[in-house]
């Protein structure tokens, strides 16, 4: 029901910055939560970002990326963005995009079972 495709990663000086982007296409008449993953060689997935497709929908950050990075929707092209500044060696990861169909209040990103899936792009910060 959801295909979604990242884009928008690469390599990047710390301090720098990079916007990754994920094409949603959805066919159920839903709102839905989306959000961005990381994985790490080595580490567990990390939830970086959530947001809900409503208007005014909540939006989540864990304590690694917040003020740093921002989690935007373009409603007009269904697309998700992950805006990321002052990168850090640390943030260097695969990143996902994610959706799950579920209500505002269990939209963040605490949680991993998201039904779908990106295939995921590449981060790589280097000092």
Known sequence: QVQLVESGGGSVQAGGSLRLSCAASVRRYQNYC????RQAPGKQREGVATIYTAEGGSIS?????????????????????LQ????????????????????????????????????????????
């Open 34 to 37: 989306m959000g961005w993953f």
């Open 61 to 81: 950050y864990p304590d690694s990326v917040k003020g740093r990075f921002t989690i935007s929707r373009d409603n007009a092209n269904n697309t998700l963005y």
């Open 84 to 127: 990321m500044n002052s990168l850090k060696v640390e943030d260097t990861a695969m990143y996902y995009c994610a959706a799950d169909f579920t209500a505002n209040w269990n939209c963040h990103v605490l949680r991993g079972d998201f039904g779908y899936w990106g295939q995921g792009t590449q981060v790589t910060v280097a000092s």
